[in-house]
């Protein structure tokens, strides 16, 4: 079963504990920039208005990064997490751009990097237990579950105190669903959230290219394939004629200027 | 004539020599101090110059290879075979480029080969990878016979020649393949490529205006080729090349109207942002300008008139996949990116290396048929024609092919 985490932006105080406790887990270095995800930041909590919203891997249900690798490192498993594989990865940094939220990250300052992002903890996972960041987070801000029993958790909530939440969880159809799920109390866009996100994944975009290319190379090699033959056969045929025209001009037989024209036609071959 | 040109030759040499040496330069401080000390990129802007320029462009500027042998070796269409060489040269360059382009971009240079053993087909950088692969090797196998001719090889001549067909076939479903997968490439960012570029129809678009471009690359490359080495193509086929320029111009122009159109993005063009500059500048530069120019039959039919729209044409070309890698992103990613001068330092340094490399070709393998010293380089249509002596008036009537 896919697992997740609820993530509750009403209850969250900015306390920080979740990035503290995701650098120790990770051992993000400190010496870099520190405003954004970055190669020592897979979370972050901004203060956005009157809110504190968390910053990290949405672990996509379909991911549009490892749809994109080429290599396959980035890889969609099936407990949740989208983990990479750093010893496949090539750096085309395709995954970086194709992320809707910008989450990998690169180490640009090293000759030999990687791409780096949160990983769902998933050692941790695969052990049964909880995310680093879930386990630190004093409030229940951030809870970590199934995926569906979170998704019903929040229903809950929204139904069951109506005026304090929006009627949106963040995560259940953008993109497909994430197994991040995030409430808020306004409407999304105005604590940062993207407002502009397909509901299907997008992956299904590139696919739906992609999957006709065998049909393509198939038909498309068999019809030039015998383009060619049709073509060179005539060339053949033409050959013949002009030799049957020559033959028949050595024995007299035909009307010669306009052999001639004929002849000059296909000199140039 | 000959005079002048020397000491303007020294001149572009030590131009060049200077190239080279930044080009090392740069070369050493990317793979051994990696891409942040060399490059302007970001994790907000993780594709720059060398993916926009020497990876995009590189792949489009090859376009005029697989369709003109497809014209010759298939269709039988004789009277395009004296541009087969140089187009072929250009193509095969144009991937060299690609390939030292990737070289640089990629993180982990030394694992450029990985896609060949660790697969995963949803990905068009997957796909792109292995035409890129194929086609190179395709592009190789199609130009080995004009060096073969030069060191008189026969036997090779005669085996690449047995499968000349089935190369071209394949070479133009893999060049099909990828100048429209690198369009596909940005169909998975439709949130954050600016509306004025991304549409669904983005690899039919990267597709036709290759195409336009790889023409267009021809003439450009015999216009310099005459300057500088009295060898060139025959007008009357550059000319018709025009036409056909002219012709697929018209057709990208219009789809690119009606694409506009049908998804409601006609009124950004005039909102005034900076894309919509950009996006305007692309397309009057690059598409109206040329077409304006080849519809008129005095220019069309002259070499400096062609010369001029050719250029139009594929330099509106390196601006669309420049707007489309870059421009096109920067809103939506929240940052700035302008190309570290190291950046321009490697691009600058692959494109003279790709002109040095087709000035050696030019010179010392039969890629332009040779020019008859006497016949001084007028704008006359009578120039010695290798490959058919038709006068140009028989245009029309081609002797060979239907
Ligand atoms: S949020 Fe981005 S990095 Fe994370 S799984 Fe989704 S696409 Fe991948
Ligand atoms: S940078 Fe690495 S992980 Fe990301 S898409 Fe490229 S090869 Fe895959
Ligand atoms: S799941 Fe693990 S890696 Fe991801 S933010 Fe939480 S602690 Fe960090």
């Known amino acids: ?269 | 004539m000959n005079r002048k040109w020397i000491p303007k030759i020294t001149f572009w040499r030590l131009v060049f020599a200077a190239i080279m040496v930044m080009g090392l330069y740069v070369t050493y401080i990317r793979l051994f101090k990696g891409l942040g000390a060399s490059t302007a990129l970001s994790d907000k802007v993780p594709w720059g110059l060398w993916v926009g320029f020497d990876v995009l462009c590189g792949v489009g500027l090859a376009a005029g290879g697989f369709t003109i042998t497809l014209i010759v070796h298939v269709f039988n269409i004789k009277k395009y075979k004296p541009i087969l060489p140089s187009t072929v040269l250009s193509a095969f360059l144009g991937y060299l480029l690609v390939n030292a382009g990737l070289i640089l971009d990629i993180g982990r240079p030394y694992r450029i080969w990985h896609p060949l053993i660790m697969w995963n087909p949803h990905s068009v950088m997957f796909e792109v990878a292995w035409c890129v692969m194929m086609y190179t090797t395709v592009l190789s196998l199609e130009f080995s016979p004009i060096i073969f001719e030069r060191l008189k090889w026969k036997k090779p001549i005669k085996i690449v020649k047995t499968i000349t067909i089935p190369l071209v076939i394949m070479g133009f479903i893999l060049s099909t393949l990828h100048q429209s997968s690198l369009g596909t490439v940005f169909l998975i960012v439709p949130g954050r490529l600016h509306p004025l570029w991304y549409t669904p129809i983005l690899p039919l678009m990267f597709f036709i205006s290759a195409i336009a471009t790889g023409f267009s690359m021809v003439i450009f490359e015999s216009y310099l080729s005459r300057r500088a080495f009295n060898k060139r193509l025959e007008l009357d086929i550059l000319a018709s090349i025009g036409r056909v320029v002219l012709v697929i111009l018209a057709v990208y122009f219009v789809l690119k109207t009606k694409d506009l159109y049908n998804r409601g993005a006609l009124k950004l063009l005039l909102d005034g942002s900076h894309e919509s500059k950009m996006f305007m500048l692309e397309m009057g530069f690059g598409v109206v300008a040329p077409l304006a120019l080849l519809s008129v039959r005095r220019i069309r039919e002259s070499q400096g008139g062609l010369f001029v729209a050719s250029v139009m044409v594929v330099m509106g070309f390196v601006m669309n996949r420049l707007n489309v890698s870059i421009t096109g992103m920067m809103r939506s990613s929240g940052a700035n990116y302008f190309p570290s001068w190291m950046e321009i330092g490697a691009t600058m340094f692959l494109v003279a290396a790709g002109f040095a490399l087709f000035a050696a070709a030019v010179k010392y393998l039969r890629v332009f048929p040779e020019e008859k010293p006497a016949a001084e380089p007028a704008e006359t249509l009578e120039l010695l024609v290798p490959q058919r002596r038709t006068p140009h008036n028989a245009g029309m009537a081609a002797p060979v092919g239907e």
């Open chain 1, 1 to 269: 079963m896919q697992k997740g985490m609820l993530i509750d932006t009403t209850m969250c105080i900015g306390c920080l504990s979740c990035e503290e406790a995701c650098r120790e887990k990770n051992n993000l270095p400190e010496d870099c920039d520190q405003t954004d995800l970055s190669e020592c930041k897979f979370t972050k909590v901004f203060q956005r208005g009157d809110y504190y919203v968390r910053k990290m891997c949405m672990h996509c249900i379909e991911p549009a990064c490892a749809s994109v690798c080429p290599v396959g490192a980035l890889k969609k498993l099936e407990e949740g997490p989208v983990v990479y594989d750093e010893n496949k990865c090539i750096g085309c940094r395709y995954c970086m751009q194709a992320c809707p939220f910008q989450v990998p990250t690169y180490e640009w300052s090293k000759a030999l990097p990687r791409v780096r992002k949160c990983w769902f903890c998933y050692d941790r996972v695969l052990a049964g237990g909880m995310p680093a960041c879930a386990e630190a987070c004093p409030t229940g801000a951030t809870t970590f579950g199934e995926r569906g029993a979170l998704l019903l958790e929040a229903r809950k909530r929204i139904a069951d105190t109506p005026g304090q939440y929006q009627a949106h969880i963040f995560g259940e159809h953008e993109v497909g669903g994430t197994s991040m799920l995030f409430l808020a109390a306004v409407p999304f866009e105005q604590i940062g959230f993207k407002s502009n996100l397909i509901q299907k994944p997008l992956p299904l975009l590139t696919w739906s290219v992609l999957s006709k290319i065998p049909d393509f190379v198939l038909v498309g090699g068999t019809l030039l394939g015998g383009v060619a033959w049709i073509i060179n056969r005539r060339m053949v045929l033409e050959d013949e004629r002009i030799n049957e025209a020559q033959k028949r001009a050595q024995e007299g037989t035909d009307d010669s200027s306009s052999l001639k024209r004929f002849l000059d036609r296909f000199k140039k071959n």
